[in-house]
């Protein structure tokens, strides 16, 4: 994944997949980057939360996945991990903590 001010240098012409990284990474790792050259991060946590998806059950139903998968989007705050920010931002540290909540913004 490429980050514009983050890691594009990195980006060869010979690549024939690109993904230019997920909203989470986008929002985060310039950031990151930032405070990391700046001062250095020796620990961080991150926080998520999402606007409901396409994915997301609007009610309570069932879920093929796990269970926080089937509570309705609209009305629960469920912790979820995620890794969207892993493979850019947090090379830089050995460990890390990370959580993600899906709420809906929705009005």
């Not at 690549?15 to 929002?27: Q, R, Y």
Request: charged residues 20%; contains cysteine; glycine residues 6%.
């Amino acid at each position: 994944m490429f980050v514009c001010s983050v890691n594009v240098k990195e980006y060869k012409s010979d690549i024939d997949i690109l993904s230019n990284a997920s909203c989470t990474t986008n929002c985060l790792a310039p950031l990151a980057k930032v405070i990391n050259d700046r001062f250095g991060i020796v620990e961080g946590l991150m926080t998520t939360v999402h606007a409901m998806t396409a994915t997301r059950k609007t009610i309570d139903g069932p879920s093929s996945k796990y269970w926080r998968g089937g509570r309705a989007a609209s009305f629960n705050i469920i912790p979820s991990s995620t890794c969207a920010a892993k493979a850019i931002l947090f090379d830089l540290m050995e460990g890390y903590e990370r959580s993600q909540f899906k709420r809906s913004c929705a009005k």
